[in-house]
């Protein structure tokens, strides 16, 4: 069975630092597009980052110039990179992963922004 392991959450200082991992496993994950999404409370999920099989791109407005997002195809894992962060980036993250008919999800890690 295919699964997506989120890791790397926590709190964090305003203006800090984050790396999300999201390590894949029984599938073939070079052909995946993998996402990155997140959930504030009493909010709907909204897709924050999104990486193609063949590394490109995409990211929600209110993250472009401070989040990354990054594939290691080598260890099957997706990566996160969250600077400049901000109390509104609180929210569990999810990672997802989607080729065709296809979409896994991870169960979630929980990053808070708060001084």
């Known amino acids: 069975q295919v699964q997506l392991v989120e890791s790397g959450g926590g709190l964090v200082q305003p203006g800090g630092s984050l790396r999300l991992s999201c390590a894949a496993s029984?599938?073939?994950?070079?052909?995946?597009?993998m996402n990155w999404f997140r959930q504030a409370p009493g909010k709907q999920r909204e897709l924050v980052a999104t990486i193609t099989s063949s590394g490109g791109a995409n990211y929600t407005d209110s993250v472009k110039g401070r989040f990354t997002i990054s594939r290691d195809n080598a260890k099957n894992t997706a990566y996160l990179h969250m600077n400049s962060l901000k109390p509104e980036d609180t929210a569990v993250y999810y990672c997802n992963g989607r080729w065709y008919g296809l979409n896994y999800w991870g169960q979630g890690t929980q990053v808070t922004v708060s001084s």
């Open positions: 029984r599938m073939t994950f070079s052909i995946y597009t």
